[in-house]
């Protein structure tokens, strides 16, 4: 079965940074864009970043975008989110998610196949 697994998150100071990973299996990797969604205490999920299956293509939501980098190794079946720059309004836990639906509804979570069990981030002051 598909199995999509987190892991890098922890507790960070303000201004540091972290590295989070998403090993993903049972699936066409390359054929999958994959996404990062995040949720703080009390709120909603929300759309952090995606990456096209080639990794060629990416968007990034304006809260994180110059602070954060998504990549992807085919190869590896993983993709990444290098986390630069943090603030504590970053504090959530981190979901990665594998969606077939095409590059179109990347910020949609409900066209998103698979998910992850989520990796928690907290960042202090």
């Known amino acids: 079965q598909v199995q999509l697994v987190e892991s890098g998150g922890g507790l960070v100071q303000a201004g540091d940074s972290l590295r989070l990973s998403c090993a993903a299996s049972g699936l066409t990797f390359r054929t999958y864009v994959m996404g990062w969604f995040r949720q703080a205490p009390g709120k909603e999920r929300e759309f952090v970043v995606a990456i096209n299956g080639n990794g060629r293509i990416t968007d990034y939501a304006g809260s994180v975008e110059g602070r954060s980098t998504i990549s992807r190794d085919n190869a590896k079946n993983t993709v990444y989110l290098q986390m630069d720059s943090l603030k504590p309004e970053d504090t959530a836990v981190y979901y990665c998610?594998?969606?077939?639906w095409g590059w179109g509804p990347r910020h949609d979570e409900d066209k998103y196949d698979y998910w992850g069990q989520g990796t928690q981030v907290t960042v202090s002051s």
């Open positions: 998610a594998a969606s077939q």
